[in-house]
């Protein structure tokens, strides 16, 4: 699987709202930015992804500008993207216009398709503020 492809495939997740811990890495070192939080840890990460899973549901994720930098087994990225979902906990509809970036590696391989299954090392999802 190409990079490009399994960024999209994350977002094709989020927008389907199947679990997305499989897509990062394990190890304690790595780190995800949200809008709001900032997750630690591959099981940190996987519990708040599945928690964030199980309370929204009606996701856009729209991306505008995905770039990806190849390098090998690594990869960096980058995209615009509208995300939109519904917090079924508190009942209210969100909206915002982010930026992503982040990093993968190519991990292992997959034997049925013999390709290659890169995860996320790690990911910052913003939200731009201007100052004038």
Same mark, same amino acid.
């Not at 390098?71 to 960096?76: L, N, P, Q």
């Not at 995860?119 to 004038?132: A, E, K, L, N, Q």
């Given at each position: ?15 389907? &709202? ?29 519990? &708040? ?52 970036? &982040? ?10 398709? &013999? ?18």
């Amino acid at each position: 699987m190409t990079f490009k492809r399994r960024i999209r495939s994350y977002y094709a997740a989020l927008r389907a &709202g199947e679990p997305l811990g499989e897509f990062f890495a394990d190890e304690d070192s790595i780190v995800k930015f949200g809008i709001s939080d900032r997750l630690a840890g591959g099981d940190t990460i996987r519990e &708040g992804l599945s928690t964030q899973t199980n309370r929204t549901t009606n996701w856009v994720v729209d991306s505008k500008n995905l770039t990806v930098y190849t390098a090998s087994t690594y990869a960096c990225f980058s995209d615009d993207v509208r995300l939109e979902w519904t917090d079924t906990v508190e009942d209210e509809r969100y909206a915002f216009d982010t930026r992503w970036s &982040g990093t993968l590696e190519v991990r292992d391989t997959d034997t049925e398709a &013999g390709e290659a299954n890169p995860v996320f090392i790690g990911m910052h999802v913003s939200t731009p503020r201007f100052f004038r």
